[in-house]
């Protein structure tokens, strides 16, 4: 028989369990106090004024864009190679997707995106897939809204700074997947305090009932995202480690991209 290599494996340990057995005590279970130190811990983290806790990374993404006030009418660009649901995303608030071809190292680069860049664009949603850097800095001059979708890049370092803290607005997800899981869940991060109002108005419905956006993470599942973020740099060293065996035993069969090697986890 063929041994399987898992996808990606959710590593789980006995103070994971004994931190959902807590909450599972406690009695609250729904979204709380749990929860709300999920998202202080992942702000810090971050360095960044407030991250929103959200049902799921797609969640986030339609909270973004949301917030941003990106509806019919707009347009919003976004790599070929990504997620279906980044797609879905930008259809689900009623703007037009519009696709930009991957450069050379998989994701995202500059000079693909001029040519479709219109007076509708409203967006552009940048994407570290599998966790390699997109050069963030160079579509800032473009002065459009950049959401920076790290979802497979959590703790990713690009030039002295973290992956989710260099777009107007960033998300995470934490789906099991993902480097750090809460099973399902994501995050909404930003700097700017008018994107975070609006986010956090559109979640809990305090500007329009009809415009709520009901995306609750639990505070069982915040409990598990502590529980793992507590041990996060062990996860990061495990992943550096893995990558380099794997740069090593493959540079001398297929072509190595520099920024594989110089992806900083």
Not at 26 to 51: D, H, P, R, W
Not at 122 to 145: C, M, Y
Not at 199 to 205: I, Q
Request: with cysteine; glycine share 6%.
């Amino acid at each position: 028989m063929l041994e399987v290599i898992p996808h990606s494996k959710p590593w789980i340990v006995k103070k994971d369990k004994i931190a959902l057995g807590k909450v599972l005590e406690s009695g609250m279970i729904a979204q709380g106090n749990m929860t709300e130190k999920f998202e202080l811990k992942v702000s810090n983290y971050l360095n960044l004024k407030a991250s929103i806790a959200c049902s799921s990374g797609t969640s986030a993404l339609v909270l973004a864009l949301r917030s941003l006030e990106i509806g019919n009418e707009s347009e919003v660009i976004l790599p070929s190679y990504v997620c279906r649901n980044v797609c879905e995303s930008v259809i689900a608030v009623g703007a037009k997707p519009i696709i930009c071809d991957i450069g050379d190292n998989w994701v995202m680069d500059f000079k693909n995106i001029e040519p479709l860049i219109s007076k509708k664009t409203s967006a552009i949603i940048l994407v570290h897939t599998f966790g390699l850097p997109v050069d963030i800095n160079s579509f800032q001059n473009l002065n459009i809204p950049i959401i920076e979708d790290a979802c497979q890049a959590f703790g990713l370092t690009s030039k002295s700074r973290k992956a989710g803290t260099l777009g107007d607005v960033s998300i995470f997800s934490f789906h099991a997947t993902k480097c750090l899981t809460t099973g399902e869940g994501g995050m909404l991060n930003s700097n700017n305090t008018n994107i975070i109002s609006r986010a956090r108005n559109l979640k809990v419905g305090k500007e329009d009932l009809d415009s709520i956006i009901p995306m609750p993470m639990s505070d069982l599942q915040a409990a598990l995202g502590i529980s793992q973020f507590d041990r996060y740099n062990k996860f990061l060293k495990r992943r550096k480690s893995i990558k380099e065996i794997f740069v090593n035993e493959l540079q001398n069969h297929i072509p190595i991209r520099k920024i594989i090697v110089e992806a900083d986890y």
